[in-house]
């Protein structure tokens, strides 16, 4: 294997600057911001995030890096630990179709632990999530390419995340060439179709790239060596030509929903269908959901844990049917013996559409068949996920998901004086925003 060093995708990660995006990618940046805050602040009322901070408190004390959700600060590695346990918790992140996988919450942790490690401004640390999902989704496309195998997203992860922690510690071109070029080799390979059928804390694999990207930044601090990544390849060096020119973080898709994205196309057509036709799930006789194989994959089996109801296409469903949403409310623990829920989910059944299967990955396509008690048969139009990126996500569409998702942890002014924060605050350094949201976290009447 031959790599040309040529530090193109170095000199990007380190020396791009707020003023050298477009405005669209400007507006991107923000909206990431605060989608990935979304995610960082239901994740830290999950049980896997309680297990990061049990490790970043047994085996990385000391420190003064305060994390979101927790009174507890730890040393740089401790927060990233902490951090990377909670983004992907709920599965309410961003992704990007071509890489069938999640680029944000792959980096976010160890970004934002760098970033408060050297207290960087909010609008340093959102430039620096530009450049991380530039090099994440890149390395991405080259890794399914070059192995023919579904490497999801912790494997990027650690790509991602050596890029964004060697720019906020301010290393050198050769530096970074060196934390890239180890990240990559020693990122996990998660298998993360065998977490789709079988539902666990695995899922993506999150927190193990976080951590091994974040080794590598380390590791070339302190002098270990590394050469050469798929980027620099002859094959892979062409996604490096759009560098600054094409910004594929203008691709990724958001989530609305508290599940795996596969299960949002249906969710959303149970709900418009109810919603035009005014009946509820104690009308529904039977529902049939058209879909993608991939889709019909996801587990259908009573959700024991938050993990199994989120890795599941039946659950998320059925509770949409019930509660018309589904929200952190419906797929943590205390939710999953619901009865109507229990029953409605009997009343399912998921088919492979020829059409749906024919347009994956490009597109996730999926339609509903719903048979009511009194005999009417209806039938959706042929949906793709909400928050596409061919929808064009801007701001008001992310305040809306905010004030949704938030609503079960902030007050309506702590969400108010948050959402002003990471809209306008850029030169707000970022340490102080962490700290004004756990304030709030505490003294919430919310979730606890």
């Known amino acids: 294997m031959d790599f040309i060093t040529d530090y ?73 630990v902490a951090m990377s346990h909670a983004s992907n918790s709920f599965d309410i992140d961003d992704g990007h179709n071509m890489i069938k996988g999640h680029p944000g919450t ?31 989704i890149r390395c991405g496309l080259a890794v399914q390419d070059h192995y ?18 060697g720019r906020l510690l301010g290393f050198t071109q050769e530096q970074m060439n060196n ?11 998660t298998p993360v179709m065998r977490s789709v ?42 996604h490096l030509d759009s560098l600054g020119k094409i910004y594929e973080i203008m691709n990724l898709y958001f989530k609305p929903f508290t599940c795996c994205r596969w299960a949002h196309q249906p969710i959303q057509a149970c709900i418009d269908l109810m919603k035009a036709y005014t009946f509820t799930h104690e009308d529904v006789e039977r529902v049939c959901v058209h879909t993608f194989d991939s889709a019909a994959q996801l587990s259908k089996m009573k959700p024991r844990t938050t993990d199994e109801a989120q890795y599941n296409i039946a ?56 048979k009511l008690k009194d005999g009417n048969n209806l039938k959706s139009q042929v949906y793709a ?12 569409w992310i305040r809306n998901k905010f004030y949704l998702r938030s609503s079960s942890i902030l007050t309506p002014d702590q969400q108010d004086h948050l959402l002003v924060m990471l809209e306008r605050d850029l030169d707000t350094p970022i340490g102080n925003i962490i700290t004004v949201i756990n304030q709030m976290l505490c003294i919430s009447d919310k979730i606890s």
Request: charged share 20%.
């Open 8 to 80: 193109r995708l170095e000199d990007y990660i380190l020396n791009t600057t707020w003023e050298d995006l477009p405005a669209k990618v400007q507006e991107r940046a923000i909206v990431c911001g605060i989608d990935l805050m979304i995610a960082l602040l239901l994740g830290s009322k999950g049980q896997q995030f309680q297990a990061g901070i049990r490790i970043a408190q047994t085996y990385y004390k000391g420190g003064n890096l305060p994390v979101v959700g927790s009174d507890k600060n730890f040393g740089l590695l401790g927060a990233v």
């Open 315 to 370: 659950w998320p469903v059925a509770s949409a049917l019930v509660y018309g949403d589904v929200g952190i409310d419906q797929v943590i623990e205390p939710a999953l013996n619901n009865q109507c829920v229990l029953d409605m989910m009997r009343r399912l059944s998921f088919v492979v559409d020829p059409e749906m299967e024919a347009q994956f990955p490009e597109k996730r396509l999926a339609w509903v068949e719903i």
């Open 179 to 189: 934390a890239l070029s180890m990240a990559e080799f020693h990122a996990p390979l």
């Open 148 to 165: 023919q195998y579904l490497h999801s997203t912790g494997t990027y992860g650690a790509f991602g995340t050596a890029a964004g922690m």
């Open 197 to 238: 059928q079988y539902p666990s804390m695995n899922k993506d694999g999150v927190p193990f790239g976080a951590l091994v990207g974040a080794e590598a930044a380390l590791e070339t601090l302190e002098g270990s060596t590394a050469r050469g990544y798929l980027l620099e390849t002859p094959e892979y060096q062409k």
């Open 106 to 136: 792959s980096f976010v942790a160890g970004v934002l632990a760098a970033a408060l490690e050297e207290n960087v401004t909010y609008r340093e640390y959102l430039t620096t999530l530009v450049v991380c999902y530039e090099a994440a």
């Open 385 to 396: 996920a909400p928050g596409e990126h061919t929808d064009h996500v801007d701001l008001e």
